[in-house]
């Protein structure tokens, strides 16, 4: 699976971004999707992931209730609302292919990866 994400930019605290992953190569509804970000000098962290078929969502703790994870299984493409944004949210953000996974938050379970998208919030 090759993925591309796209939105990533500067929006001042309390604005809105909408990240988008597109996806290629195989059948996107084969796999779970995630998005998970890195601040420098820190560890990927997870951040949201929606099953294969789009039914289940689950959230990290720091973003719940502010981004939305959502698939378009037609057009191959994830997303990523994220509202009420954070300084402390700033990080490149990656999208994420899974085909099982058991612990969804490890980094190490995804399959194929993004290469990244810039996202910072000034305060």
């Known amino acids: 699976v090759q993925l591309v994400e796209s939105g990533g930019g500067s929006v001042q605290a309390g604005g809105s971004l909408r990240l988008s992953c597109a996806a290629s190569?195989?059948?996107?509804?084969?796999?779970?999707m995630g998005w998970f970000r890195q601040a420098p000098g820190t560890e990927r962290e997870f951040a949201a992931l929606?099953?294969?078929?789009?039914?289940?969502?689950f959230y990290a703790d720091s973003v719940k209730g502010r981004f939305t994870i959502s698939r378009d299984t037609m057009k191959n493409i994830l997303y990523l609302q994220m509202n009420s944004l954070k300084p402390e949210d700033t990080a490149v953000y990656y999208c994420?292919?899974?085909?099982?996974?058991?612990?969804?938050?490890?980094?190490?379970?995804?399959?194929?990866w993004g290469q990244g998208t810039q996202v910072t919030v000034s305060s």
């Open positions: 994420a292919a899974v085909r099982t996974v058991s612990d969804y938050v490890s980094f190490g379970e995804y399959d194929y």
């Open positions: 190569g195989r059948t996107f509804s084969n796999y779970g």
């Open positions: 929606i099953s294969r078929s789009g039914g289940m969502t």
